[in-house]
């Protein structure tokens, strides 16, 4: 910490660290309570006032991963003796293990969790990829209307998506994307795309132009150049642009729900869609929304650096 | 390396006009220096020559060949920018290198490190070379961007006002070791500046650029002593050339209310009477007891050898170099006159000096 100049400053910072102490608990609640759901016996899950203290099992995640049918009449105790212990988790909750043959029957959501990573992660990398090229063109390229394009580019955001989720829906329907994974990461691309232009333009602007110069004038090309210089230099641009892309793509629900049913489902339609019949298992939801946070959470804190240099930029200058 | 010669170049941004109609021609192994104010068009002349911009109009011919249609990589030049531009997270002997690992040459591994080694001696970086370049002092930059340069053999050496960027005693420094080095390596070299007094010190012949087009090209002495118009007077000399409306009668000029009548030489002398501009440089000036016109002193400047004198005469300033030794102050009255030698004698209108013809 800074040496604090004065008392009314020494006051302020206290009061500034109370108001971010409470920012981060309001924004961590909600974290908190569905990460503690997922680790609750199901039926602590739902209690009037919720239940803090409790001994934290793994049965939500259990259930999350195989298949699992309700049972008609309790299980025979040489059966349940003789289950290993994960298998009697599922009985105490009224409900038996799908297994064809000997195997276990894994549930649909390690499918769905790879649908999601799929789609997020190819639909970034060619948002970020095509919007790199793009934005470096119009920074360093005169073209003829290039404000106009860019503004068309922007334009493309203006419209809430939702109200054209019927239209594409049809289309969709029509040229045979339903339920693809190449569709939805069109979808995304689209998305994604006019922000990772504007956004990379910002970085490339950045980049002084006599770095490409020196290095045309050294005898190289112009896509050397590019690769050599500018990309490496752009580095921070791409990744804070990367996850930007990538969280949008991953947390996508309505068009998602709407495009896909089975074979790419992305994780976030699935999850809600285990509700099940009867009674909805909370915990088992949790657990899976637990799971699929995860990803989004590690590659925002790999870089973390370069995405807090990406919401300031703009602000710092050599 | 190379001559260069621009043909009737124009070069426009816009409704701009950067360059214009501008012909000019750098002998091999010169150094030649191209001077002029901020927005002459110095740097875009730099940029043509290097293929960073296209001409307007004309040809950019480099020993011997038309550059019109050659890509930046194949003129085969180097370029020193202003601000220093060295690859960021390079170290030191990376950027020095980049240049050698083009595509364009195909050097041996041995042969890249034997130039780095005798780039870096040269300039006095050897110790730098494993440093990255955000380490590096102002004038360490300079050195690594111009090592960039002499690595290889380019056909010329283009340089935009190296030395701006540096504190006084640095360019000082840096200025003797790049005419050194030109002279080592045996160059073609055009330096932009528009400091008179690196162009002065450094050129082997000095162009002087206004507004896009050539005032007056000679060596130094020549643009010193016989400036061609009114422009170049003003622009190169410290302080500037001394300049006052006269009248051109019968060989003499009539300046400042007929207080101060100077005989002209040369052309002047049979040049058509009427309203001319006097100009007449401030070590030109002899100030004693004896000479033909009274002022008083307005300003004095102490330059440590000298003093520059400020003399006022009824309306009209005029600078006067003085020796520090002779006693002036400020609001006392001094007489002064001009040696007639050494006045010009310029169009009052179109400004061209008409003593030196």
Redesign the interface.
């Known amino acids: 910490m800074a040496v604090v100049s004065s008392p009314r400053k020494a006051v302020f910072n206290r009061l500034a660290i109370v108001g971010v102490l409470i920012a981060t608990i309001v924004f961590l609640a909600p974290i908190y309570w569905i990460a503690s759901t997922a680790f609750k016996p199901r039926e602590l899950a739902t209690t009037v006032p919720p239940t803090v203290f409790f001994t934290p099992e793994i049965t939500p995640f259990i259930k999350l991963f195989v298949k699992r049918v309700q049972m008609t009449k309790p299980v025979d105790k040489a059966t349940y003796d003789a289950a290993p212990w994960w298998e009697q988790r599922i009985y105490d909750g009224g409900e038996r293990v799908l297994r064809t043959g000997g195997a276990v029957q894994l549930s649909a959501y390690p499918d769905r969790f790879m649908n999601s990573l799929i789609v997020a992660v190819i639909s970034t990398i060619l948002a970020v990829g095509f919007g790199t090229f793009t934005a470096y063109g119009f920074s360093r390229f005169k073209m003829a209307g290039e404000a106009d394009l860019l503004f068309f580019i922007l334009s493309t955001r203006m419209l809430p998506p939702i109200v054209v989720a019927i239209p594409m829906f049809l289309m969709y329907r029509a040229v045979g994307l339903n339920d693809t994974h190449v569709g939805l990461i069109i979808l995304y691309v689209a998305f994604n795309l006019s922000f990772s232009v504007w956004l990379m333009k910002g970085f490339m602007d950045e980049i002084?132009k006599?770095?490409e110069?020196?290095?045309?004038?050294?005898?190289?090309?112009r896509m050397?150049a590019f690769f050599k210089?500018v990309l490496?230099?752009a580095a921070t641009g791409i990744a804070a642009t990367a996850v930007f892309c990538f969280i949008t793509a991953w947390n996508e629900y309505a068009f998602a729900l709407m495009l896909t049913n089975r074979r790419a489902q992305t994780a976030p339609p699935f999850i809600p869609s285990q509700l099940g019949s009867g009674l909805p298992d909370w915990t088992t939801i949790a657990a899976g929304t637990v799971l699929f946070l995860l990803p989004v959470a590690i590659f925002t804190f790999v870089l973390r650096k370069h995405l807090l240099r990406g919401v300031t930029f703009g602000a710092i200058r050599k | 390396m190379a001559n260069v010669r621009l043909d009737k170049v124009t070069k426009q941004f816009g409704a701009h006009t950067a360059v214009r109609d501008l012909s000019l021609d750098i002998a091999d192994g010169e150094f030649f220096v191209l001077l002029g104010p901020t927005g002459a068009g110095k740097t875009t002349i730099l940029r043509l020559i290097?293929?960073?911009d296209k001409p307007t109009a004309g040809r950019i011919v480099l020993g011997g060949e038309d550059m019109s249609d050659w890509?930046?990589?194949q003129r085969?030049?180097?370029?020193v920018?202003q601000?220093y531009?060295l690859?960021?997270?390079y170290t030191v002997r990376q950027n020095l290198e980049?240049?050698l690992k083009?595509?364009?040459?195909s050097y041996s591994r041995a042969e890249i490190d034997e130039r780095i080694e005798r780039a870096s001696k040269i300039l006095r970086i050897s110790h730098l070379l494993e440093r990255k370049t955000d380490r590096l002092s102002g004038g360490e930059m300079q050195r690594v961007a111009i090592g960039?340069a002499i690595v290889?053999e380019p056909r010329v050496f283009l340089m935009d006002e190296p030395l701006s960027n540096l504190d006084a005693k640095l360019r000082e420094a840096l200025r003797a070791e790049l005419k050194d080095l030109q002279m080592k390596l045996g160059g073609t070299f055009l330096f932009v500046t528009h400091d008179q007094i690196e162009a002065m010190s450094m050129g082997d012949k000095v162009g002087v650029l206004n507004d896009g087009q050539i005032a007056q090209v000679g060596t130094p002495q020549e643009i010193y002593n016989r400036p061609r118009d009114t422009f170049v007077a003003t622009f190169v000399g410290s302080p500037a050339m001394n300049l006052v409306p006269g009248d051109l009668a019968g060989g003499k000029v009539t300046a400042i209310d007929g207080k101060l009548v100077v005989p002209v030489n040369g052309h002047a002398g049979s040049a058509q009477a009427g309203g001319v501009t006097l100009g007449f440089r401030s070590e030109d000036i002899r100030v004693g007891p004896d000479e033909a016109t009274e002022a008083v002193v307005h300003d004095v400047e102490n330059h440590g050898v000298e003093q520059i004198v400020t003399l006022r005469i009824g309306g009209h300033l005029v600078k006067a170099t003085v020796p520090a030794n002779v006693p002036v102050t400020v609001e006392s009255k001094v007489r002064f006159g001009v040696d007639a030698a050494k006045v010009h004698c310029f169009d009052a209108k179109t400004g061209v000096n008409l003593t030196a013809g």
């Open positions: 002084p006599e770095y110069e020196a290095a045309l004038v050294d005898g190289y090309s050397q210089i490496p230099e | 290097a293929g960073l890509t930046v990589a085969d030049v180097a370029l920018f601000y531009s690859y960021p997270r980049f240049p083009s595509k364009v040459h960039r290889r």
